[in-house]
Protein backbone atom coordinates (compact mmCIF):
# COMPACT_ATOMS: atom_id res chain seq x y z
CA UNK A 1 0.00 0.00 0.00
CA UNK A 2 1.41 3.03 -1.32
CA UNK A 3 -0.31 5.36 0.47
CA UNK A 4 0.43 9.18 -0.22
CA UNK A 5 2.78 9.59 -2.61
CA UNK A 6 3.81 13.48 -4.07
CA UNK A 7 5.80 13.78 -7.36
CA UNK A 8 7.91 15.54 -7.92
CA UNK A 9 10.02 15.43 -4.41
CA UNK A 10 12.71 18.14 -5.37
CA UNK A 11 11.92 21.05 -7.85
CA UNK A 12 13.98 24.58 -8.52
CA UNK A 13 11.93 27.11 -10.67
CA UNK A 14 12.44 30.59 -12.08
CA UNK A 15 10.54 33.21 -11.51
CA UNK A 16 7.35 33.27 -13.82
CA UNK A 17 7.86 29.41 -14.67
CA UNK A 18 5.04 27.03 -14.55
CA UNK A 19 4.61 23.92 -12.84
CA UNK A 20 2.43 21.01 -11.21
CA UNK A 21 2.50 19.18 -8.56
CA UNK A 22 0.58 15.76 -8.55
CA UNK A 23 -0.91 14.05 -5.79
CA UNK A 24 -1.90 10.61 -5.42
CA UNK A 25 -3.82 8.60 -2.88
CA UNK A 26 -4.67 4.53 -3.23
CA UNK A 27 -6.58 4.73 0.10
CA UNK A 28 -9.86 5.86 -1.48
CA UNK A 29 -10.02 8.68 0.41
CA UNK A 30 -12.55 11.18 -0.55
CA UNK A 31 -11.14 13.85 1.04
CA UNK A 32 -7.87 15.51 -0.35
CA UNK A 33 -5.60 18.67 0.72
CA UNK A 34 -2.95 21.13 -0.44
CA UNK A 35 -0.29 21.83 2.33
CA UNK A 36 2.44 24.36 2.31
CA UNK A 37 4.90 24.57 5.26
CA UNK A 38 7.24 27.48 6.20
CA UNK A 39 9.54 28.05 9.33
CA UNK A 40 7.80 28.90 12.08
CA UNK A 41 4.21 29.00 10.12
CA UNK A 42 3.21 25.93 10.47
CA UNK A 43 1.32 23.66 7.87
CA UNK A 44 -1.25 26.25 5.85
CA UNK A 45 -3.95 24.81 4.12
CA UNK A 46 -4.09 26.10 0.34
CA UNK A 47 -6.78 23.76 -1.31
CA UNK A 48 -8.75 20.71 -0.56
CA UNK A 49 -11.56 18.76 -2.17
CA UNK A 50 -13.91 16.77 -0.73
CA UNK A 51 -14.60 14.49 -3.40
CA UNK A 52 -13.76 13.99 -7.64
CA UNK A 53 -14.52 16.95 -9.53
CA UNK A 54 -14.59 19.48 -6.38
CA UNK A 55 -12.50 22.04 -5.12
CA UNK A 56 -12.37 24.37 -2.54
CA UNK A 57 -9.70 27.70 -1.30
CA UNK A 58 -8.15 27.00 1.76
CA UNK A 59 -6.45 29.47 3.63
CA UNK A 60 -3.94 30.36 1.10
CA UNK A 61 -5.04 30.01 -2.17
CA UNK A 62 -3.69 32.76 -4.13
CA UNK A 63 -0.92 31.91 -7.01
CA UNK A 64 -1.89 28.48 -6.86
CA UNK A 65 -4.94 26.34 -8.67
CA UNK A 66 -5.84 22.72 -8.16
CA UNK A 67 -7.96 20.39 -9.66
CA UNK A 68 -9.48 16.64 -9.07
CA UNK A 69 -10.55 15.06 -12.07
CA UNK A 70 -10.30 11.56 -10.78
CA UNK A 71 -10.62 10.61 -6.54
CA UNK A 72 -6.95 9.40 -6.37
CA UNK A 73 -5.40 12.16 -7.63
CA UNK A 74 -5.29 15.85 -6.58
CA UNK A 75 -3.05 18.35 -8.94
CA UNK A 76 -1.57 21.56 -7.21
CA UNK A 77 -0.77 23.65 -10.42
CA UNK A 78 1.69 27.22 -9.94
CA UNK A 79 0.64 29.36 -12.84
CA UNK A 80 3.82 31.79 -13.07
CA UNK A 81 5.61 30.93 -10.06
CA UNK A 82 7.00 33.88 -7.32
CA UNK A 83 10.17 33.47 -4.83
CA UNK A 84 7.31 33.84 -2.00
CA UNK A 85 6.27 30.40 -2.93
CA UNK A 86 9.36 28.76 -1.86
CA UNK A 87 8.18 26.10 0.53
CA UNK A 88 7.61 22.63 1.15
CA UNK A 89 4.16 21.51 -0.46
CA UNK A 90 2.55 18.56 1.53
CA UNK A 91 -0.37 16.79 0.27
CA UNK A 92 -2.99 14.97 2.26
CA UNK A 93 -6.18 12.18 2.03
CA UNK A 94 -8.64 12.40 4.30
CA UNK A 95 -10.04 9.51 6.52
CA UNK A 96 -13.58 10.25 8.18
CA UNK A 97 -14.18 8.32 11.05
CA UNK A 98 -17.58 7.58 12.44
CA UNK A 99 -17.53 9.62 14.73
CA UNK A 100 -16.77 12.44 12.14
CA UNK A 101 -12.98 12.76 12.78
CA UNK A 102 -10.96 13.54 10.12
CA UNK A 103 -7.68 11.68 10.14
CA UNK A 104 -4.92 12.68 7.53
CA UNK A 105 -2.38 10.87 5.73
CA UNK A 106 0.32 13.03 4.47
CA UNK A 107 2.53 12.39 1.17
CA UNK A 108 6.55 12.78 1.66
CA UNK A 109 6.27 16.17 0.49
CA UNK A 110 7.62 17.94 -2.64
CA UNK A 111 10.86 20.76 -2.07
CA UNK A 112 10.08 23.69 -4.46
CA UNK A 113 12.55 26.62 -4.65
CA UNK A 114 11.81 29.58 -6.54
CA UNK A 115 15.14 31.63 -7.86
CA UNK B 1 -4.90 34.88 19.28
CA UNK B 2 -4.11 32.45 17.05
CA UNK B 3 -6.78 29.41 16.85
CA UNK B 4 -4.30 27.20 17.68
CA UNK B 5 -1.39 27.75 19.98
CA UNK B 6 1.76 25.67 21.02
CA UNK B 7 4.97 26.74 23.07
CA UNK B 8 7.51 26.06 20.05
CA UNK B 9 10.27 25.18 22.53
CA UNK B 10 12.75 23.76 21.92
CA UNK B 11 12.34 21.53 24.67
CA UNK B 12 15.65 19.80 25.50
CA UNK B 13 14.92 16.31 27.93
CA UNK B 14 17.47 13.69 29.33
CA UNK B 15 16.89 10.18 27.95
CA UNK B 16 14.42 8.83 30.56
CA UNK B 17 12.81 11.39 31.65
CA UNK B 18 9.22 12.63 31.33
CA UNK B 19 8.02 15.37 29.53
CA UNK B 20 4.79 17.10 28.92
CA UNK B 21 3.72 20.49 26.52
CA UNK B 22 0.47 21.82 26.19
CA UNK B 23 -1.39 22.85 23.28
CA UNK B 24 -4.36 25.60 23.35
CA UNK B 25 -7.59 26.32 20.98
CA UNK B 26 -9.78 29.14 20.63
CA UNK B 27 -12.82 27.97 19.23
CA UNK B 28 -14.70 26.39 21.84
CA UNK B 29 -16.78 24.17 19.11
CA UNK B 30 -13.69 22.26 17.99
CA UNK B 31 -15.11 18.56 18.21
CA UNK B 32 -11.73 16.29 17.58
CA UNK B 33 -8.53 16.95 18.47
CA UNK B 34 -5.22 15.44 17.76
CA UNK B 35 -1.55 15.02 17.67
CA UNK B 36 0.76 14.31 14.93
CA UNK B 37 4.22 13.69 15.04
CA UNK B 38 6.97 15.29 12.43
CA UNK B 39 10.58 14.04 11.92
CA UNK B 40 12.83 16.44 10.59
CA UNK B 41 12.39 17.11 6.78
CA UNK B 42 9.78 14.04 7.03
CA UNK B 43 6.03 14.72 6.65
CA UNK B 44 3.56 15.11 9.71
CA UNK B 45 2.37 11.64 10.95
CA UNK B 46 -0.40 10.73 12.89
CA UNK B 47 0.79 9.87 16.76
CA UNK B 48 -2.43 9.88 18.58
CA UNK B 49 -6.15 10.94 18.85
CA UNK B 50 -7.19 12.78 22.09
CA UNK B 51 -10.75 11.51 23.90
CA UNK B 52 -12.32 13.54 26.34
CA UNK B 53 -11.77 11.05 28.66
CA UNK B 54 -8.16 11.05 28.15
CA UNK B 55 -5.89 8.23 26.16
CA UNK B 56 -3.32 6.37 26.93
CA UNK B 57 -0.92 4.53 23.78
CA UNK B 58 2.23 2.77 25.94
CA UNK B 59 4.34 5.52 26.77
CA UNK B 60 2.52 8.48 25.46
CA UNK B 61 -0.94 9.74 27.22
CA UNK B 62 -3.02 12.41 25.80
CA UNK B 63 -5.79 14.57 27.45
CA UNK B 64 -8.49 17.54 26.73
CA UNK B 65 -9.85 20.02 29.43
CA UNK B 66 -12.57 21.33 27.06
CA UNK B 67 -13.38 24.18 30.13
CA UNK B 68 -9.80 25.55 29.79
CA UNK B 69 -9.34 24.60 25.84
CA UNK B 70 -6.35 23.18 26.20
CA UNK B 71 -4.65 19.53 25.08
CA UNK B 72 -1.65 17.96 26.35
CA UNK B 73 0.93 15.38 25.68
CA UNK B 74 3.12 13.34 28.32
CA UNK B 75 5.76 11.10 27.52
CA UNK B 76 7.25 8.78 30.14
CA UNK B 77 10.52 7.29 29.67
CA UNK B 78 11.28 9.36 27.09
CA UNK B 79 13.20 7.86 24.01
CA UNK B 80 16.33 8.99 21.69
CA UNK B 81 13.81 7.92 19.16
CA UNK B 82 11.08 10.38 20.21
CA UNK B 83 12.93 13.59 19.47
CA UNK B 84 11.08 15.23 16.89
CA UNK B 85 8.31 18.20 16.37
CA UNK B 86 5.00 17.57 17.96
CA UNK B 87 2.18 19.42 16.09
CA UNK B 88 -1.17 19.85 18.27
CA UNK B 89 -4.59 19.90 15.33
CA UNK B 90 -7.81 21.09 15.88
CA UNK B 91 -10.63 19.49 13.98
CA UNK B 92 -14.47 21.11 13.51
CA UNK B 93 -17.11 20.21 11.40
CA UNK B 94 -20.66 21.30 11.21
CA UNK B 95 -23.23 20.28 8.32
CA UNK B 96 -20.65 18.62 5.87
CA UNK B 97 -18.21 21.02 6.58
CA UNK B 98 -15.02 20.72 8.61
CA UNK B 99 -11.91 22.32 9.14
CA UNK B 100 -8.65 21.29 10.65
CA UNK B 101 -6.16 23.67 12.00
CA UNK B 102 -2.74 22.79 12.71
CA UNK B 103 -0.54 23.95 15.50
CA UNK B 104 2.89 25.31 14.35
CA UNK B 105 4.20 22.53 16.71
CA UNK B 106 6.76 21.69 19.68
CA UNK B 107 10.17 20.84 19.18
CA UNK B 108 11.24 18.21 21.40
CA UNK B 109 14.92 16.63 21.59
CA UNK B 110 16.00 14.09 23.86
CA UNK B 111 19.41 14.24 24.89
CA UNK B 112 21.26 11.10 25.61
Known amino acids: NAGVTQTPKFRVLKTGQSMTLLCAQDMNHEYMYWYRQDPGMGLRLIHY???????AKGEVPDGYNVSRLKKQNFLLGLESAAPSQTSVYFCASGQILASGANVLTFGAGSRLTVL | RKEVEQDPGPFNVPEGATVAFNCTYS??????FFWYRQDCRKEPKLLMSVYSSGNEDGRFTAQLNRASQYISLLIRDSKLSDSATYLCVVNMYDFGNEKLTFGTGTRLTIIP
Open chain 1, 49 to 55: SVGEGTT
Open chain 2, 27 to 32: NSASQS
